[in-house]
């Protein structure tokens, strides 16, 4: 294949955490080792500082909105417009319809490349959760559209997230291309297991439940805490930890404690370390999930990666993968059938390892293998860009 040099452009990367940062993390790292050169563009953060395998370019930018904690861009920079032009990108990949994306098209119109985008989030989810004026929110939600649909192509996470896009008024065709996760297949050592237990005064046996993302009650997070005191007032001991930060945090803390889950509760804050982050999962029985914000769900690759089945919403995009009792469990969106769920798993510790194990045979996919299969994709698209200008080019000379 022909070596390309890939722009990926987000609105959010590390220092700040969230999916989609992982997201571009992984396709900027993998590029560089594996197939050609990556350039990550991306909005300045304070004392940031970007000592990665891979170029990384930071723009202007200011906090809109301090409460998430996320800064927006300011994509009409005139030096870093120029320098990005000299860049000699074959094509920009952009993760998100705001800045990412203005800037993206604005470099367009200097270099001849194509732009393909990928539709991570349920924005108009986001956007009403930030803007109450519903005017601003149909022009914000147009935006977002009119930004994608002058995108090259246009790709998604999953099926439901096709239909969200749809559904905001999006006609173009797109391509599913799933996300994977940099987790190799295989649980964290056994002693690594055990310090963990003992770090937090765990019994061998037992039960741990795991949640691992952004503190949002989106997120289904308010469903497990009222599931959960129901597995409570049944008698069953249980340990749950909640691995992640967000707006939210301070709230669901408060809301575990007035469901009486103080002891069970663990609230460990974000964990950036990812072996760390892999002995959670590891000790975790089941993970839960019951998220039907999510696009795709990244999460639930992960633990499926380390053997640990998922809990999920049936019909949720984060479920369309998984069969019920075979490699994961479905549930409706139910406290009750949380808690039922739960106390099986308390009940059946093997059946909860055999669907683990089938979680990781069936539906682990690592981010070698799926940018392996962006990176084919992204040749295609030069190749037909390229042979689309050069049609152009023939038709205005013989028209001249």
């Not at 995009?317 to 009750?336: F, P, Q, R, Y």
């Not at 683990?356 to 994709?377: F, M």
Request: overall charge neutral; charged content about 25%; some cysteine.
């Amino acid at each position: 294949m022909e070596r390309l040099t890939v722009g990926i452009f987000n609105d959010c990367f590390p220092p700040t955490i969230d999916g989609v940062a992982n997201v571009a993390v992984n396709y900027a790292k993998i590029i560089q080792q594996k197939h050609g050169t990556a350039i990550v563009v991306t909005p300045w953060y304070p004392e940031v500082k970007d000592d990665y395998p891979f170029h990384v370019v930071r723009y202007p930018s200011a906090y809109i909105n301090k409460k998430l904690g996320y800064r927006a861009g300011y994509p009409f920079d005139p030096f870093i417009i120029n320098h990005l032009k000299k860049s000699n990108m074959n094509i920009i990949h952009t993760h998100c319809p705001f800045s990412s994306t203005v800037l993206a098209r604005t470099v367009r119109r200097y270099q001849e490349m194509p732009v393909v985008f990928t539709y991570h989030t349920k924005y108009d989810i986001d956007i009403d959760n930030i803007i109450s004026s519903d005017r601003l929110r149909n022009v914000s939600v147009r935006f977002v559209v009119n930004n994608i649909n002058a995108c090259d192509e246009i790709w998604v996470v999953s099926k439901g997230a096709g239909k969200n896009l749809e559904s905001l008024g999006c006609t173009r065709e797109y391509l599913i291309m799933d996300n994977g996760t940099d987790f190799i297949k295989g649980k964290a050592s056994e002693k690594e297991i055990v310090r963990l237990r003992k770090l937090y005064d765990l019994g061998e046996h037992t039960p741990v439940f795991l949640y691992v993302g952004r503190m949002m009650w989106y997120k289904g997070i308010r469903l497990i805490l009222d599931g959960l005191k129901m597995v409570k007032t049944q008698g069953y001991p249980f340990i749950m930890f909640f691995v992640g930060d967000g707006p939210h945090h301070k709230e669901i803390e408060d809301y575990a404690e007035k469901c009486g889950l103080t002891k069970e509760c663990i609230f460990t804050g974000a964990i950036m370390d990812r072996e760390q982050l892999r002995s959670y999962y590891s000790l975790a029985r089941l993970f839960l999930f019951p998220s039907t914000f999510d696009t795709n769900g990244i999460v639930v690759n992960e633990a499926a990666a380390c053997f640990c089945p998922s809990l999920l919403i049936a019909e949720s995009c984060a479920a369309e993968k998984i069969v019920h009792d075979k490699t994961g469990i479905l549930i409706t969106e139910d406290c009750t059938q949380l808690a039922c769920a739960v106390m099986f798993a308390c009940d059946h510790p093997s059946f909860m390892k055999r669907i683990g194990e089938k979680a990781a045979e069936e539906i682990y996919l690592s981010w070698e293998d799926a940018v392996k299969k962006a990176y084919e994709r992204y040749q295609i698209i030069v190749e037909n860009y390229q042979s689309r200008i050069r049609t152009n080019r023939k038709f205005s000379f013989w028209s001249q």
